[in-house]
């Protein structure tokens, strides 16, 4: 029986052999040059960013060995790009890469040296695109406010005040903010204690007989002046 078997394995061998040519070898060699080289980046996630201009800044990486590739290769080239917070990347063996992206969140309007921009979650100034933003976003008005914007704002947001009805945030040099509603109706609070006052404004503004009033001053500790 074994001498059977081994009498079809050289059968097989020699009909390998003589139907073998440079065609199949070619074949071979283009398959051997490709396997496990990087010829796809898919980009996910990404509202704002393009992936046009992700995959460019990524150009150097198509033909690489996916198995050499390193997350600092992919995440190095990209740390210009506006919006961009971070990235997560996935290897989907044999040839492709996939980013997932994470973007930081455009807050507001603000204007230095007479320029517009969009101030970012993480603080970062970005030109203001017409294509991209509407003039729905509410503005940023003081010296430096940029520098401390996302402290208040996260108070604000934490403590689940409308930041939808905000149409400006006014910063003093004194380290504390006002913010005009949609409404026009202004609400100041004070330098210390922020967060206190903003608990207090947001149970004022549920209040109907709260409505009639264009001015909310919260600045003196235990007091509610309006106007």
Avoid: C
């Avoid at 070619?26 to 496990?36: A, H, L, W």
């Avoid at 980046?41 to 509202?47: D, F």
């Avoid at 939808?164 to 109706?185: P, T």
């Amino acid at each position: 029986m074994r001498k059977f078997y081994r009498i079809i394995l050289l059968i097989i061998i020699f009909v390998l052999l003589t139907t073998y040519n440079s065609k199949h070898n070619k074949i071979f060699q283009q398959s051997k040059d490709t396997f496990f080289k990087i010829t796809k980046i898919e980009i996910v996630g990404n509202k704002l960013t393009k992936s046009k201009e992700i995959k460019e800044k990524l150009n150097d990486i198509y033909g690489k060995n996916i198995f050499f590739i390193k997350e600092d290769d992919i995440k190095k080239p990209l740390k210009s790009i506006s919006f961009l917070d971070k990235i997560e990347v996935k290897k989907k063996y044999p040839n492709d890469v996939v980013i997932t992206v994470f973007e930081t969140e455009p807050l507001a309007i603000i204007y230095k040296d007479n320029i517009k921009y969009i101030l970012d979650s993480s603080s970062n100034l970005i030109d203001f695109n017409e294509n991209i933003f509407s003039e729905d976003f509410p503005i940023i008005f003081g010296e430096y406010a940029e520098k401390y914007f996302i402290n208040f704002f996260d108070l604000l947001r934490t403590n689940e005040f409308p930041t939808n009805k905000i149409k400006n945030y006014y910063y003093f040099q004194v380290n504390r903010w006002d913010l005009q509603l949609s409404n026009k109706q202004i609400i100041k609070f004070p330098a210390d204690q922020t967060e206190k006052a903003i608990i207090k404004s947001i149970e004022l503004l549920k209040r109907k007989d709260f409505l009639e009033y264009n001015i909310i001053d919260l600045r003196i500790h235990d007091k509610i002046v309006v106007e």
